[in-house]
């Protein structure tokens, strides 16, 4: 094993050598589908595209005024945690948030210091909840994103809204999208890694709990019963700590920040850590592609990474 281990190795540090940039970089237009096709997707490289979505009547519009008069009294699901971090390691648990159903008026109370509660409180249920929760706001967006939908040949399969206050974290993880995130207001901070960085990045199975908020307020992480152990990564790139983890030393990190009216190009398999700025408001587009060849590669490369114990 340890000569694959070694290959492994030396295979990623020559990703980096060979084909990916240091930054990410950007591109001024929306571009052409087919040359986004052979310079992004296919070589699985992220970009920040600017005026890709300028039309968009979101980018004025979506003031907290306006939001609370078109779906103020909307109920939407919302992702609670005494810490910020939903879907994360904590201790020897794989904790999700507790999922409290809210009117959208009083989340922006929370944001806009309106009101003080314990917790942190984000908008973040991926699962088309643009169209599913929100539908009184696509018309301020567009429902896909032409030259994308053109170079892969289909729609997206999900269009999600994200709203949440500074602490909210999303832990490092990876997905099958491609997708493509678009800043409305405020701005996120990406942490992001090539899957080709994958044998520097240690995973653990881990029992999954749900965080319960008690009448004293205070939080509690409660098992869940009868469900399988997660698979998941328990580094912070905020703060990894290489003495347990001394392979991450290799990994090669870039921090990237999506100001409004930017648009991430962020492919699949992409490791990616995200935080915001306080109110940020977000529509990405997710487009699965679990079975394009690019997917079966980068299996390929989970399957050595576990096996030789890489990590
Ligand atoms: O915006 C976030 O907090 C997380 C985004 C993300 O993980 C995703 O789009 O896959």
């Known amino acids: 094993m340890e000569p694959v281990k070694q290959h492994l190795t030396e295979f990623s540090l020559e990703a980096h050598d060979l084909y990916l940039n240091h930054s990410v970089p950007y591109l001024e237009e929306p571009p052409d589908p087919l040359q986004f096709y052979r310079n992004w997707i296919g070589p699985n490289k992220p970009c920040i595209i600017r005026k890709a979505f300028s039309h968009w009547p979101a980018l004025s519009r979506w003031t907290p005024d306006y939001l609370r008069e078109k779906v ?37 109370d929370i944001i806009e210091g309106k009101v003080e509660k314990c917790g942190v409180f984000y908008i973040q ?28 040949g289909k729609l997206p399969d999900a269009v999600n809204f994200w ?4 602490d909210a974290i999303t832990s490092l993880h990876k997905d099958h999208y491609e997708n493509l995130y678009c800043v409305i207001s405020g701005e996120k901070n990406f942490i992001l890694l ?24 205070d939080f509690e992480a409660v098992d869940q019963s009868n469900t399988e152990k997660v698979p998941w990564i328990p580094l912070d790139p905020l703060k990894p700590d290489l003495e347990q983890y001394p392979e991450y030393r290799h990994a090669r990190p870039v921090r990237c920040s999506v100001k409004a009216g930017e648009m991430l190009y962020l492919p699949s398999l992409w490791f990616h850590h995200v935080q915001q700025s306080h109110g940020c408001i977000a529509v990405n587009f997710w487009y699965d592609m679990e079975y394009d060849i690019k997917y079966n590669y980068f299996q390929l490369l989970e399957r050595l990474s576990e096996v030789t114990g890489a990590t």
Not at 140 to 149: A, F, K, L, R
Not at 194 to 215: E, K, L, N, S, W
């Open 125 to 152: 249920k991926q699962c088309s909840n643009l169209l599913e929760e929100l539908p009184e706001l696509t018309q301020d967006v567009e429902p896909h994103v032409p030259w994308m939908s053109s170079a892969l």
């Open 163 to 166: 709203l949440g206050e500074a």
């Open 194 to 217: 090539p899957p080709t960085d994958r044998p520097f990045i240690p995973y653990g199975v881990y029992q999954p709990a749900v965080y319960h908020q008690g009448y004293d307020s």
């Open 72 to 108: 103020g009294s909307k109920i939407i699901s919302v992702a609670v945690t005494p810490n910020g971090y939903a879907d994360a390691v904590s201790g020897d648990r794989f904790v999700m948030p507790e999922e409290r159903q809210m009117s959208f008026s009083s989340v922006l």
